[in-house]
Structure formats: structure tokens, C-alpha cells
């Protein structure tokens, strides 16, 4: 082995007497270090989108939400709600009435979808927070707090008590709507504030206070339409999911975080998984170029072989002497192309030198996992590759 090493590093750090020799191996580890950077760059960048992604869905959507099993409404008694306070694991929990909506403001209609929250909301969630606009909601009159998108279809005004936001439910029935008029419950609010999460939660949310909307639903004081729960402790996630279910039975059904958003899960794993193989593929076709150069430094030293061979080495000890120097221009390659890439994603993360728009930079995030991935495949493949290189060395070569 170290005979092998020895040798091999001797080949690698020496030009060879061709001169096309040491510009392919020279091309061949600029590929391999090009291709690292690729690989990582990229998949730093969808680790970026996904977390930026799953940003606005936290901002959102709770740590469990409590929904009805069959149709639209729980039925959440006085007692049921002081056993839901004891539970060890709830750090705070909100009563949700919500419903889609149709909304009309001066001559303007959109569909958007009504949510009515109590005053522990906010405990929940703080979507107080993302308002950029106005405020948030009281309990004095009817309010409600806006998406931009929504702000933007109406041209909605805050503060406007000249022309109030106009909401319409549906009633609740079965059967064809013979009179459309009769067709809706009707109400009318003033709009507080306005704000801004993500595009697919600013086009449609509006939030009021659920006294409001149970009024506008026609609901009675103990029926809600879900509950949203903030957990003390993530890692009771399962404990207290399993004693909501035993205290509310099966006429619910609880959801976490990624069950509520399962498609939008699975559609990430699946594009992160078809990323990765699509890198993967980039890097054998860099691995080509790499096996070409191995053979062409053992065409370049067919006489070294031959030299080797008389003085007593095995085919073996021969094949492993450039099975070695193939490892080390990996080697090479890797963690130049690693540190390279490392760099780059770490100024676009801190510096945001690429930008979507004026203020807002691409996003990106570094993870040892993705570093690990990339080292891992490219150094499988790329050994495979010079076990590949190496085996081509027979018996005729020594000859």
C-alpha cells in the first residue's frame, strides 16, 4: 500500500512527457472540483426554496389543528375545554370558526376564505406580526384583517367606514338554489389591517373575530369549526395527540404540521429526490472525462508498467498504484470543489449576491447533510469510476 501510494503520488504531482496528458488530468480534477460546486450550489438552493417555503406555512399553520372527522363543525363543551387546558403538553390553544367566503368591496368581488379567531390566537400564531398595514383586529365592531392579494383584487381601503367590506356565506342545505338571493348569509365589516404571509395564503385569508363569524355561520356558542393548538414541546407531539384523541373521541381528527400540508411535503421530497438524481447523473458524465484520463496516464506510462513489471510488481500492485492516483485526483477535486462551494453558498446566504427582486435575495441555506451527500456520491461513483479506470491495465500491458 504504500509503495502503491508512493508511486502514485509521484505520477500525480509530476508532468508527463505528453503534454496532452497533463491537460486532460488537469481538465478532468477541474471537472470533478465544477461539478461539486454544481452539486452542492443546487442542492443548497432547494434546501433554501424548501425552507422558505415551510417558512410561510409556520407562519400560518399550527403545531396540531383539530378537525371535524365528518362535516364542519366540533361540538366543544365547557368541561371538554378545561381537560384540554390541563393537558401537560398544550402551551396554548385557539378556537377557529372558518368558512369560504365571498367578498365585495366597491363594486369588486373575490373569493376568499373567512376565518373567525378568539383572543388566544395570537398565542398560537403571530400573524400580528407579518401586518404591514393597520392593525390587528378587536372585539369592539366588526373587523378584519386582510392577505395582500385579497387588499389588492377589492383596491380595499382601511378605515373606510363610507364603504364597508361586504362578506356572504353559504347557507347551510341541501338541494338545487332556487332563489341566489336567499342563497348566502350577509354581513357587513370594516377592514383594520393588512398582511403579508406568502402568496398563496395573502390571495384568499381573512380573519375576523370569532364571535363575528359564529354570528355570520349562525353557529351556537359551543360549536367551532377546528381548534388550533401550540405545543409546549415538540417532542410531546405524539403524547398529547393521543390524549385530544382520548378527551374528544372519534368524532375529530388531529393533524401536525406536516399532515396538514401533506401534498406540499410530498411534492418537495419528491422534487428534492428527482434533484438529486439529475445532479447525480451530471456527475457521472464528469466521471467519464475522469476514467478517460486515468487510461490515458496509463497509455502515458506504458514503459513505467513495463519497468514495474521486471523489477518484480504484481498486475495487481500495478493496478492499485493507478487506482491510488485516481483517488487522490478525486480526492483533489472534492474537497477543493466542497470548499469552493461552500464559499459561495455561504456569501449568497449572508450577502445575497443573487437577488429575485429588489429585496429580496435568492434563498439559500447550507447543511452538513447536503455536504455529506455530495461527498458521499461523488466519492462511491467517482472510486467505482477508477476501479473501472485501473482494471483496464492487463497482461499485455506488462509485456
Same mark, same amino acid.
Given at each position: ?40 450550489? *443546487?442542492?443548497?438552493? /432547494?434546501?433554501?426554496?424548501?425552507? /422558505?417555503?415551510?417558512? *410561510? ?26 381537560? &384540554? ?11 377557529? &370558526? ?14 376568499? /376564505?373567512?376565518?373567525?379567531v378568539d383572543q388566544n390566537f395570537l398565542k398560537v400564531n403571530r400573524l400580528d406580526t407579518t401586518i404591514f398595514a393597520g392593525s390587528w383586529i378587536t372585539q369592539t365592531e366588526p373587523e378584519v384583517v386582510v392577505g395582500a392579494g385579497v387588499s389588492r383584487r377589492l383596491s380595499l381601503a382601511l378605515g373606510d367606514y363610507g364603504t364597508l367590506l361586504k362578506i356572504m356565506v ?102 428534492? =429526490? ?16 475522469? *476514467? ?28 492499485? &498504484? ?21 464559499? &459561495? *453558498? ?6 445575497? =449576491? ?46
Amino acid at each position: 500500500m504504500v509503495f502503491s501510494s508512493f508511486i502514485a503520488k509521484r505520477y500525480l504531482f509530476s508532468k508527463s512527457g505528453t503534454n496532452a496528458v497533463n491537460i486532460i488530468t488537469l481538465i478532468s480534477v477541474i471537472s470533478i472540483i465544477v461539478g461539486t460546486i454544481v452539486f452542492l450550489v *443546487v442542492l443548497s438552493a /432547494f434546501s433554501g426554496l424548501k425552507q /422558505f417555503n415551510l417558512s *410561510v406555512i409556520s407562519a400560518i399553520d399550527p403545531d396540531l389543528k383539530v378537525i371535524p372527522a365528518q362535516g364542519k363543525i366540533i361540538r366543544l363543551n365547557k368541561e371538554q375545554e378545561e381537560s &384540554i387546558k390541563e393537558i401537560e403538553g398544550i402551551a396554548h390553544y385557539s378556537k377557529i &370558526i372558518e368558512e369560504r367566503a365571498y367578498l365585495e368591496y366597491d363594486g369588486k368581488t373575490h373569493l376568499g /376564505f373567512l376565518k373567525g379567531v378568539d383572543q388566544n390566537f395570537l398565542k398560537v400564531n403571530r400573524l400580528d406580526t407579518t401586518i404591514f398595514a393597520g392593525s390587528w383586529i378587536t372585539q369592539t365592531e366588526p373587523e378584519v384583517v386582510v392577505g395582500a392579494g385579497v387588499s389588492r383584487r377589492l383596491s380595499l381601503a382601511l378605515g373606510d367606514y363610507g364603504t364597508l367590506l361586504k362578506i356572504m356565506v353559504p347557507k347551510p342545505g341541501k338541494g338545487q338554489i332556487t332563489d341566489p338571493s336567499q342563497a348566502f348569509r350577509k354581513s357587513s365589516a370594516i377592514a383594520s389591517g393588512i398582511f403579508q404571509v406568502g402568496e398563496s395564503i395573502d390571495n384568499d385569508h381573512v380573519f375576523t373575530h370569532i364571535d363575528y363569524a359564529g354570528k355570520l355561520l349562525d353557529y351556537e356558542l359551543d360549536e367551532i369549526s377546528a381548534i388550533e393548538i401550540k405545543l409546549a414541546s415538540i417532542d410531546k407531539e405524539e403524547t398529547t395527540i393521543q390524549q385530544l384523541q382520548d378527551l374528544l373521541g372519534d368524532a375529530v381528527i388531529i393533524k401536525n404540521r406536516m399532515s396538514l400540508n401533506d401534498t406540499l411535503y410530498k411534492m418537495l421530497n419528491t422534487e428534492n =429526490l428527482a434533484l438529486y438524481f439529475i445532479c447525480t447523473l451530471v456527475i457521472i458524465i464528469v466521471l467519464f472525462c475522469f *476514467v478517460g484520463s486515468i487510461i490515458m496516464i496509463i497509455v502515458d506510462k506504458r514503459p513505467h508498467i513495463k519497468t514495474l513489471s521486471d523489477l518484480g510488481s504484481s498486475l495487481k500492485e500495478i493496478r492499485k &498504484i493507478f487506482f491510488t492516483q485516481g483517488i487522490y485526483m478525486l480526492c483533489l477535486g472534492v474537497v477543493t470543489g466542497l470548499i469552493l462551494g461552500i464559499l &459561495i *453558498v455561504l456569501m449568497q446566504q449572508y450577502l445575497g =449576491l443573487v437577488k429575485i427582486t429588489e429585496t429580496l435575495a435568492y434563498p439559500v441555506h447550507l447543511t452538513s447533510k447536503n455536504v455529506i451527500i455530495v461527498l458521499l456520491t461523488i466519492l462511491v461513483l467517482g472510486t467505482a469510476a477508477a476501479k473501472l479506470a485501473s482494471s483496464r491495465i492487463n497482461g499485455k500491458l506488462l509485456s
